[in-house]
């Protein structure tokens, strides 16, 4: 980049139009420089010095034409194949070819133009003279930058680059064209483009749909499947651009192909895996349901007969059938209680009803009221920061700070009384911590902690497994199933949940969840 020019405000203004550096200008191989609406030069790279012959200053304007200028800022359309003509302090005259492309910001407003020209040709100004071995010197120079450039797109294999005439019709192919579609240069100049397309494509007339939009706004993008010379298939990307003479009349295209087969297949397969996954997950939470709600009749039966012999007739049984009794009573409990878990995170899926503004304080407090005889028996103190209103799906949340104050309750320590803390902070999201990507939004912490028999930190993964319970008190109940509907509620959720425990001190169970 040339010293002097505001590159800056270069940067800034193709930052606006989605283009990375303002730098990358000397990296291409012709002429180039960017400038603002007014026609006043902001950055350019040495070939342009070269071929004006001197550096201008910043904001100088070189060898505009005004009308052509404001033909293309007003339309906000590229201009191809333009030619002009600059004057040299030696009397001699460079005629120049190239484009000029508008830049715009994401609104679609042309914030500047960047022009992108070469030497086509030496002159001599009437009445001067001029070295005829000098002009053999630059007309040398010159042929031998157009071989260049034509050898630099005839190498590139990696892309398909040919030209077209009006309607279509391949004029020239390169070695990445053959490579990719597979006919030599002999096979197919002459030969309509469509060739490369499907017959359902051709049959809904795709390839003239193209050309036409090409014509009309000098542009089409278009990705999809393509046929090869062998009859094979590939996943081209395709950008066909239109050229124009100097009156700015279309006289053919410029068709640039990429083989992104290899990556089609691969978006494809991970789709197929997300599908597979999703009908899996699916179909085990529907199983889990229905043998958990068939296993609820016969349980009933079992739970009915056993309370009617309990209270019917526990007094004329012997003492071992008594605890026997008592045994099967508890062990139908239990299972009642682990079919309901089952159920519940069965459902914790799907989404039967849909999120909506709720006041998480009130949610909060329905579930202590639940828990407040055990709350007093327990004489266990209670901190509740105020909560924000938050949109959410109401009766999984008041499950999930069920399950985590039910277990603060559940595993004090035996040697003091129930702490329990629940606070929010606003905060950063890493996007490590969230389901979604490329990003760190803004999001609530909601942490639920307490001063009780704690855990060791090595099982902070495992205990939202299910049927996972770290601790096998006998006399603390529990199916393992809590902590994983914790995990379903809040991943409904878009967010994360983190779990951390020290023996003997207590646990903390911090919820991640985004703001909408």
Known sequence: MEQGFNTAMANTLLGEAG???AGLLEQLPVAAYICDVNGGIICCNARAVKLWGRTPSAGETIFHDSTVIAAVLEEGLPLEDWQSTISHADDTSVIVRGSITPLKDGDGSVIGLIHCFEKVAVTIVPGTEIR????????????????????????????????????GIIQNWNKGAEKIKGYHESEIVGRHFSVFYLP??????????????????????????RMRKDGTRFWGSIVITALHDADRQVIGFSKVTRDLTERKLAEDRIRQYASDLEFQNRELEQFAYAAAHDMKEPLRKVQFYNNYINDNAADALPEKAREYLHRSINAASRMQGLIDDLLMYSQASAFSKEPEDVDLTTIVNEVLEAHQPTIDKLKAVVHLDPLPVMRVIPFQFSQLFDNLISNALKYHHPERHP????????????????????????????????NGIGFESDHAEKIFDVFQRLHTLPDIAGTGIGLAICKKIVLNHRGQIKAYGIPGIGATFDIFIPIE
């Open 19 to 21: 283009i990375s550096s």
């Open 132 to 167: 005829a071995g000098h002009l053999a010197e630059l007309n040398e120079q010159l042929q031998q930058s157009e071989e260049r450039y034509y050898k630099m797109i005839e190498e590139v294999e990696d892309y398909a680059i040919l030209s077209m005439d009006r309607s």
């Open 200 to 225: 359902e494509d051709r049959k809904r007339q795709l390839p003239e749909q193209l050309i036409s939009e090409a014509m009309k706004t000098g542009k089409a993008a278009h990705e999809g499947w």
């Open 419 to 450: 702490h329990i803390n629940i606070t929010i902070t606003k905060t950063q999201l890493p996007a490590e911590d969230i389901l979604l990507n490329n990003a760190e939004l803004n999001g609530y912490k909601l942490s639920v902690s307490d």
